[in-house]
């Protein structure tokens, strides 16, 4: 089976590539301590650390939904041909995501709604892709919804210091196309896609970071972004990214969110989660546990 069921939505995983982001446990999650790290090996090795040369691995992938008739992307990865000085290994990339959504069902002229959860490179790369040497939104009939907080924020004309960081070129290429094309609803706080889908404000590791939250037939699930980008943050939830703009603020919001899918007894499916990708949560003290994961396959490679 290729797909899961949440209440009437139909989930499925659609992977754009799997490996390495070229830093170190305590380079990715500074101030992480090496014991949490060497004490949750069974947990992390080998899908999300490598421990031949103790590099973080993540996958990048889209969260493909059928819900109400309609067919919703939530991310969308790195994307092809994109120039990124600052990430060489996401550096005028040439992978088959397209092929991978094709194998899933889906052509880009299907999508009908585009999710960005937040405005990160690697999450609004395949927005755009390059033709006849100008970028054009790749899902033409799609509209994209995306945080007015992370648009006004990764917007260089207000925020001059995205020049030489991870997200330099990426609103020009990836975001400010599909504005012009008239695709773009920016929204603020909460906004609701239909009876099964809300997207919620979620901010911390950005101004503008969300989740989605699936709520049909009893059943829950959430889409959660960047909200952790290993398992190992389940249980160590006071612990960011060094991508994390607020520190304090994505403490808090990571743990609320856990915290809620917790209680819901929730499906929680995060950005860059590999192997199974899918998990449940329960309180553990003070912290968190992973308490199951959802035999989740995957379209690519």
């Avoid at 139909?10 to 990715?28: I, K, L, S, W």
């Avoid at 067919?71 to 060489?88: C, E, F, M, Q, Y």
């Amino acid at each position: 089976m290729d797909e899961i069921t949440v209440g009437d939505v139909v989930v499925a995983r659609v992977e754009e590539m799997h490996g390495p982001v070229g830093m170190t446990p305590d380079q990715f999650f500074p101030g992480s301590p090496e014991k949490a790290w060497r004490d949750r090996h069974d947990l992390l090795v080998p899908d999300h650390l490598n421990p031949a040369d103790n590099v973080v691995q993540v996958a990048m992938q889209t969260w493909l939904l059928r819900s109400g008739g309609r067919t919703i992307l939530v991310d969308t990865g790195v994307g092809n041909d994109k120039s990124r000085p600052a990430v060489a290994w996401w550096d005028h990339l040439d992978l088959d995501y397209l092929g991978n959504l094709d194998r899933a069902g889906v052509r880009p002229e299907d999508v009908d709604v585009v999710v960005n959860t937040h405005l990160h490179v690697d999450h609004v790369g395949w927005n755009t892709r390059l033709r006849d040497g100008e970028w054009e939104p790749t899902f033409p009939n799609a509209t994209y919804l995306v945080p007015k907080a992370d648009f006004e924020f990764w917007n260089p004309a207000n925020n001059p210091a995205v020049a030489g960081g991870v997200n330099e070129n990426v609103f020009e290429d990836s975001v400010a196309p599909v504005h012009a094309n008239g695709q773009v609803v920016l929204w603020e706080d909460e906004h609701r896609i239909d009876a099964n889908l809300t997207l919620e404000a979620a901010p911390g590791h950005t101004p503008g970071s969300s989740v989605l939250k699936l709520r049909s037939g009893g059943e829950q699930a959430l889409f959660a972004g960047d909200l952790v980008h290993t398992p190992w943050q389940v249980a160590e939830p006071d612990h960011n990214s060094c991508f994390c703009e607020d520190a304090a603020g994505s403490r808090r919001t990571r743990r609320h969110l856990l915290a809620w899918a917790a209680d819901q007894r929730a499906l929680v499916l995060p950005a860059h989660i590999s192997g199974h990708s899918a998990f449940t949560v329960e309180h553990r003290g003070s912290s968190f546990a992973i308490s199951g994961w959802a035999p989740f396959p995957r379209y690519g490679a």
